[in-house]
């Protein structure tokens, strides 16, 4: 009896691993065809300035609007198109995209600041510093309102190369931020070495942060760090006015999180700002 169970456990697993192969193989031919088709769409979250009490910034998250299976997040499909190499492809799309948009809100006078996900693969393309040089002249984007957000596991692949390109994209004055800051193996050494503007803090950390004697800690810790080596700061995941308040209370800069609002289409972002904060958000003409 306990054989033939074993043996029916087996066979589940199998048949489920094998579905979700071809689950990913079909994701990943559909993935040649998304960017031509325009099935990409950029979602923009806003970024709540804890100091200013207005919007600063947002942060680009892509949708696939697939033709069977509806919206996917990037959590369906990113490691994929990393694995494949297409997440190069999708990778200059997200940038243009975002870059294009940076320029109308420049045109419009706001205020706001884009970051934009970069993946490994992308970073170490070889020609990341060559896209964004012709971005910002293209869109004729002030250099610093470009954040390009990348995580520690990332940056640690290749030190060497790392730092050099985190030298050449901080001289050309776009932002560096290390995202889901906590979470990769960070060394204090390379936070020293690598010309980095912003850390955004985990979704982890802020979480429990009102019920968690340690993660409070972990948060001031971080926050007292980035003050000393004069980082700015982004707390993700912000879901409560009591997470908000410690934050606030703690010198954090940034917040970011569905207590604002989760990442929204461009008509209801930009819908969004209008309704939330248009007048204050004006640069001096
Ligand atoms: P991330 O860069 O850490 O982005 C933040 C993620 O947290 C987003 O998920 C966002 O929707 C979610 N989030 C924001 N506020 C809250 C909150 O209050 N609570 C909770 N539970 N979640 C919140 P999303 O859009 O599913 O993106 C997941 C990850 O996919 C991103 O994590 C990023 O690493 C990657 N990603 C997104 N867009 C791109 C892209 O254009 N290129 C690349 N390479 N990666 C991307
Ligand atoms: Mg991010
Ligand atoms: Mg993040
Ligand atoms: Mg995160």
Redesign the pocket.
Same mark, same amino acid.
């Given at each position: 009896h306990a054989k033939k169970k074993q043996g029916t456990a087996i066979q589940i697993f199998n048949s489920t691993l094998l579905s979700a192969f071809k689950d990913d193989a079909q994701i990943e031919r559909d993935l040649h065809t998304a960017i031509r088709g325009r099935q990409f769409e =950029?979602?923009y979250?806003p970024l709540w300035d804890l100091q200013q009490n207005r919007y600063t910034g947002a942060?680009? =998250? $892509?949708?696939w609007h697939h033709p069977k299976k509806g919206v996917l997040?990037?959590?369906a499909f $990113?490691d994929i198109a990393?694995q494949s190499g297409m /997440?190069n492809a /999708?990778?200059a799309w997200?940038l243009e995209a975002a870059c294009r948009q940076l320029n109308l809100w420049q045109h419009h006078n706001l205020d706001m600041s884009m970051h #934009?996900? #970069? %993946?490994a693969r992308?970073f170490f393309s070889g020609n990341l510093y060559e896209q964004v040089w012709q971005l910002l002249s293209r869109y004729r984007l002030r250099p610093k309102s470009l954040i390009l957000?990348i995580?520690e596991t990332e940056l640690m692949e290749d030190i060497r190369y790392a730092t050099n390109l985190c030298q050449e994209l901080a001289e050309l004055g776009v932002g560096l931020a290390i +995202? +889901?800051f906590g979470t990769g193996y960070s060394s204090m050494r390379y936070l020293k070495q690598f010309p980095i503007s912003k850390l955004?803090i +985990?979704?982890s950390f802020i %979480?429990d942060l009102t019920v968690s004697h340690e993660s409070r800690e972990i948060v001031s810790a971080i926050i007292a760090m980035a003050r000393a080596l004069n980082l700015s700061l982004t707390a993700? @995941?912000?879901?409560t006015t009591d997470q908000e308040t410690f934050l606030a209370k703690s010198l954090c800069d940034q917040a970011? @999180?569905? =207590?604002y609002s989760?990442?929204l289409r461009e008509a209801e972002f930009s819908q969004f700002l209008y309704e939330n904060q248009v007048p204050a958000n004006r640069l001096p003409v």
């Open positions: =950029l979602y979250q942060e680009a =998250l $892509i949708r997040f990037p959590g $990113i990393e /997440i /999708i990778g997200v #934009v996900n #970069v %993946s992308q957000e995580t +995202d +889901d955004k +985990d979704r %979480s993700e @995941g912000v879901e970011q @999180g569905f =207590l989760p990442a």
